[in-house]
């Protein structure tokens, strides 16, 4: 074994694990499925190349490009990382909310298919399918260093491990941060992220540039030690060998992307330098079976260890100090102040309408869900909505709260027209919705679950994520406080640090009802959240609500338990085949036939 | 004009290959809700196993029947043992995505590694030509336009006016309502494997016929363009596929005249990311 083996061996690996660390931060990490995701390197491989590159004519001519400054080290591995994630930013309107994960992987799949076929075509702006060759490595010829001298080699290798040293750091350090958990909390279910405040479109859009520059930067070390570049070298299945080294060795673990792209990438290349070639094998064979290996481990560790050899880490947290419930002690200043929810001010007088609805249908093909209704809703209230299966009231909380658009028709909140708004905005503003399926973080814990719907920490942005645990670890120590009180008030404590997809179904209920609460609502809609709750559970919660309304918080509640609208809910709105029948406290509901007839007949 | 009429004329061709394989791919994925990118991979398998009888001295159509059957077995193979599977576990929309691209690997590359990495050609006569103005067309070229509108036809047929198209337009719009108003979801959905695998092979053999000669990686471009097709139309529309891929078909070929045929597909791509981009659902879809 020699040392150029050696360190053919780190570079590569340094190469590959890079951009494995770019596409985990982008698919393990934030459920962003980049099928394209070699452009990226593709880009920054070129970027670097005809930055470094002297002018076309001055290198002999044999090959036209674009470019060719002739720029010393560094600035073509700077350029590789700008282009790489510059690249990124036409792309960001496949990601956003309305396009669903796969056909948005098929485009970036297709993208990938085209560019390379255009490359291998377009010779005049980078030398088409013979591609680039004789790019300059770093400092040629400069101080001490001859090219090829072993010294050499090996700078250029610790280079090399020391930033994809540094790539690790800082994915880690995002992914660690309250904004990495918003990206996973997207990950596990991004309708309801949508629903909690978070800006889909701008989260994954920042993925898609972040992992964009760390792939055009993987590119521009791996031609500067190459020397060559062309479209051969970026096929779209190098994507899927890159998705493997991720799927197996771990999504969503930083070490785990580390381990795949040496067990993939660099695995294969080394296996097969020592399968001895002989002349009686039909040729290709062995570079297809290859390929056929990457598809068979794709689909078997999918099948047999889906979370890869180092799966996602669970993060504990240790709610430390926690305040007794009740009045706060003073050992967390700003926790105390934070654990007053809601933030609805009590000297406005009650009554006064918070949620107006006018008009408003919503048609799916054809059909007339909801079909002019109107109503409005006066601040601390539980206003109830009632009525038979299929009377509109789910499509009705949707559209109130943002997740589904309204086909006609308009919704004030606060006396501000919000039918226009996202979800998200709607969500910052106040308006905070639940949902009739279970729709828990399923593999955030219980406690990240509640933390995810915090507004307002520090931590929760790109920038606050790279500022640093110091930067943001005040309001996450809050955050956790108020969490954990909540917690503690309805009695799952003890579960603080389970995964809320292994709660049962009750549980998980309750988390949704807490992780809604910790968005500090004014108007909470509740989509049936009683259903599947032990009755005592369930009169805590609405006790716990009721509590909530007196301090000013409005509630508008789907549910089908009479018993509970009886209860909890006045005035109660009762609905059917996507109109509002009346409205009225339950006694006087059931006092008016056509409510009791729609029941009967639904 | 004869440019145009000739280009007008491939276009027809490459529009009839493309109708059947949207057609297939767009009927899998609305009644299975498997976004099968491995249907490629199959096509060109089905156009292998042709070449095989083919070189056997048999005629390539009764090589073509040999791979439609087989398609469409190994189809049902496919979603029973792989995709099925999965679903029950209740894998995500994205994870099959990227199951079906490893099965594209698997299936891809073991037809390269048995065929070998070179191209190959059917041994077949195609016939006496008919000219009319700048249109020229062979007798094969006649085949494969009439293949494809017997398809669409028979799609039209089974769709609108039989018990399993309807059964498969409910399973397409609603499993869970369809399974609970008695139809039997589970083989509906083997039979669906079975048609659009057949049409899959189908389309994987006139592929081969049109493109002349064909190498184990030659659908990865076509599988754009039946991409295009698709969510022209919008995905699981089968009327959409058609339209889709006449939309397709003629316009990659007749700009192929014009501009150099190296950025043909581009149109396509364009096409598709346009789609995604603005009406996800395809024109002939419901809105959101």
């Not at chain 1, 949902?435 to 719907?453: C, D, G, H, I, Y």
């Not at chain 1, 609460?517 to 809609?525: C, N």
């Not at chain 2, 299936?107 to 016939?127: D, L, P």
Request: aromatic share 8%; hydrophobic share 50%; charged share 10%.
């Amino acid at each position: 074994m020699n040392s150029y083996y050696v360190i053919n061996l780190l570079i590569y690996a340094a190469v590959d694990a890079m951009a494995c660390l770019g596409l985990n931060q982008q698919f393990g990490v934030a459920g962003v499925t980049n099928f394209g995701f070699i452009i990226f390197q593709a880009a920054g491989g070129y970027a670097a190349a005809i930055l470094a590159l002297p002018n076309q004519s001055a290198n002999g001519g044999f090959q036209s490009y674009i470019g060719g400054w002739n720029l010393p080290f560094p600035l073509p591995w700077i350029g590789a990382a700008v282009v790489g994630g510059l690249i990124a930013l036409p792309f960001t309107f496949l990601v956003g909310r309305r396009l669903r994960g796969d056909f948005a992987a098929v485009g970036l799949l297709v993208t990938a298919v085209l560019l390379n076929l255009l490359a291998t075509n377009y010779k005049p702006l980078l030398d088409g399918d013979a591609g680039l060759s004789l790019i300059p490595a770093p400092l040629k010829g400069q101080g001490q260093f001859t090219l090829q001298s072993s010294g050499y080699q090996w700078a250029f290798t610790a280079g090399a491990v020391v930033l994809c040293a540094v790539t690790y750091l800082f994915v880690r350090r995002i992914t660690a941060s309250p904004y990495g958990r918003s990206l996973r909390a997207m990950r596990d279910n991004d309708l309801v992220a949508d629903s909690l405040g978070k800006n889909l479109l701008a989260q994954r859009s920042a993925m898609l540039v972040t992992g964009g520059a760390i792939a055009g930067l993987s590119g521009g070390i791996l031609v500067s030690y190459i020397s060559t570049w062309s479209p051969a070298a970026w096929g779209y299945a190098e994507t899927v060998v890159l998705f493997a080294a991720v799927i197996i060795g771990g999504a969503g673990n930083h070490l785990g992307a580390i381990l795949g792209a040496v067990l993939v990438p660099v695995g294969f290349e080394e296996v097969t330098r020592y399968i001895p070639t002989s002349n009686s094998l039909p040729p290709n064979l062995i570079p297809s079976l290859e390929w056929v290996a990457i598809g068979l481990l794709i689909v078997a560790f999918l099948w047999v260890r889906p979370q890869g050899i180092l799966p996602e880490r669970k993060r504990v947290i240790k709610a430390a100090g926690l305040p007794p419930p009740g009045p706060a002690s003073d050992a967390n200043g700003s926790a105390t102040t934070a654990s007053q929810e809601p933030v609805a001010s009590r000297s406005q007088p009650d009554g006064e309408t918070i949620l107006q609805v006018v008009g408003v249908s919503r048609e799916f093909g054809g059909v007339r869900a909801v079909a002019d209704v109107s109503f409005s809703v006066r601040r601390g209230t539980m206003t109830g909505l009632i009525g038979p299966n299929g009377a509109g009231k789910s499509t009705l909380l949707a559209m109130v709260a943002g997740t589904l658009p309204v086909t006609s028709g308009q919704i004030f909140y606060q006396g501000r027209d919000v039918t226009r708004l996202p979800a998200y905005r709607r969500a910052r503003l106040g308006v905070v919705r639940t949902f009739q399926l279970a729709s828990e973080f399923k593999r955030l814990t219980v406690m990240e679950n509640l933390l995810s719907a915090v507004p307002g920490n520090r931590g929760d942005s790109f920038r606050g994520a790279l500022a640093g645990r110091r930067y943001w670890r005040g309001d996450e120590a809050a955050a956790v406080a108020r969490a954990q009180a909540m917690l503690v008030r309805f009695g799952l404590d003890g579960h603080a640090n389970s995964y809320a997809g292994d709660l049962s179904g009750g549980q998980r209920r309750l988390v949704e009802i807490m992780r809604a609460l910790m968005a500090e609502p004014r108007v909470l809609l509740l989509d049936e959240p009683m259903a599947g709750v032990h009755p005592i559970l369930a009169r805590r919660i609405g006790d716990e609500l009721t509590a909530l309304c007196a301090d000013g918080l409005t509630v508008l509640m789907v549910e089908h338990e009479l018993a509970i609208m009886d209860e909890y809910c006045d005035p109660v709105v009762a609905m059917a085949e996507g109109a509002v029948l009346a409205q009225g406290t339950m006694a006087e509901l059931r006092s008016r036939s056509e409510v009791v007839e729609a029941y009967l007949v639904g | 004009m004869t440019i145009f009429l000739a280009s007008f004329g491939f276009g027809l061709v490459t529009a009839s290959v493309l109708a059947i394989a949207a057609i297939g791919f767009t009927l899998q994925f609305g009644v299975t809700d498997v976004l099968n990118l491995a249907y490629g991979a199959v096509m060109i398998a089905g156009a292998f196993i042709a070449y095989v009888v083919n070189q056997a001295g048999v005629s390539v159509w009764i090589g073509l029947v040999v791979a439609v059957v087989a398609c469409a077995i190994g189809s049902v193979l496919l979603n029973a043992g792989i995709y099925t599977p999965f679903q029950r576990r209740g894998a995500s929309p994205i994870t099959m995505v990227i199951v079906s691209l490893g099965m594209t690997l698997i299936i891809e590359f073991s037809v390269q590694a048995i065929a070998g990495g070179t191209s190959v050609s059917y041994t077949m006569s195609q016939g006496p030509t008919v000219r009319a103005g700048g249109l020229v067309l062979s007798a094969v070229q006649f085949v494969v336009i009439g293949l494809s509108m017997l398809v669409m036809t028979g799609t039209h047929v089974l769709l609108r006016y039989t018990k399993l198209g309807k059964s498969m337009r409910a399973t397409a719009a609603n499993k869970t309502l369809a399974r609970n108003c008695g139809i039997r979801t589970g083989q509906v959905i083997t039979i669906t494997w079975a048609l659009t695998g057949a049409l899959c092979g189908l389309a994987g053999v006139v592929f081969a016929i049109d493109a002349g000669s064909f190498d184990a990686t030659a659908t990865d471009l076509f599988l754009v363009l039946i991409l295009a097709a698709v969510f022209l139309g919008g995905p699981g529309q089968a009327y959409g596929a058609m339209l889709g891929a006449v939309v397709i078909g003629l316009a990659t070929e007749i700009s192929a005249a014009y501009i150099t045929p190296d950025y043909k597909y581009v149109i396509a791509f364009l096409a598709l990311l346009v789609m995604l981009g603005v009406r996800p659902t395809g024109l002939l879809g419901a809105s959101q």
